[in-house]
């Protein structure tokens, strides 16, 4: 069993930054692959970023790529999302997602466990 729970989000003007965490509780993070999704007032959820369970793999959605980076740190059980050049279609809630499988692998209903979300908004 995995618990996630996000945090950093918040209200940051246009080309500012933001760095998301996702503290993982129990001892088999490290054996997950680990994703974040995003979901926009009005849209359906949608893939950003992943990564691999080793940190050494990560893909990422064309529109955040060159902004946003993925990171983890397996010994802190935490996954990181460094947000930056924001812009106001960025607004949503952030969600991290554990995936016992590959980093590649975008199907939503294949997540094992989710987070609750946390809420980034972007003014203009």
Sequence with gaps: QVQLVESGGGLVQAGGSLRLSCAASGRTFSTYAMYWFRQAPGKER????SISWSGGRTSYAD????RFTISRDNAK?????????????DTA????????????????????????????????
């Design 46 to 49: 949608e893939f950003v970023v």
């Design 63 to 66: 529109s955040v790529k060159g």
């Design 77 to 89: 059980n935490t996954l990181y999302l460094q947000m930056n050049s924001l812009k106001p279609e």
């Design 93 to 124: 809630v952030y969600y991290c997602a554990a995936k016992w499988g590959p980093y590649r692998d975008y199907d939503q209903n294949g997540m094992d466990y989710w987070g609750k979300g946390t809420l980034v908004t972007v003014s203009s």
